[in-house]
C-alpha cells in the first residue's frame, strides 16, 4: 500500500469560508485535545488532520486506502 498524500490546505480541505467541510472528531477524543479529524471530500477521497492544527497539512485517502487502514486498526 502506498502512503496517504500530504498537502497544504488548499481547496476541498483547505480554507471552508462557508463551511462545507464537514470535519468530525470522535466522541471518544481526549478532554485535552489532541485527536484528529476526519472528512469526506470530492471523489469520496477521505481527508485526516490534526484537531490542535486545522490549518495545517491533510492526510488524504482514497476510500480503499481509508478501508485499508481502518481494518488494520480493529
Do not use: Y
Not at 466522541?27 to 469520496?44: I, K, Y
Amino acid at each position: 500500500m502506498t502512503p496517504p498524500s500530504v498537502h497544504r490546505p488548499r481547496g476541498f480541505f483547505g480554507p471552508d469560508p462557508q463551511r462545507k467541510t464537514q470535519w468530525r472528531k470522535s466522541s471518544a477524543s481526549l478532554a485535552n485535545g489532541n485527536c484528529v479529524e476526519v472528512a469526506s471530500g470530492p471523489q469520496r477521497g477521505i481527508g485526516v488532520r490534526d484537531s490542535m492544527d486545522p490549518g495545517g497539512p491533510v492526510l488524504r485517502f482514497t476510500p480503499d486506502e481509508w478501508r485499508a487502514f481502518l481494518g488494520r486498526m480493529r
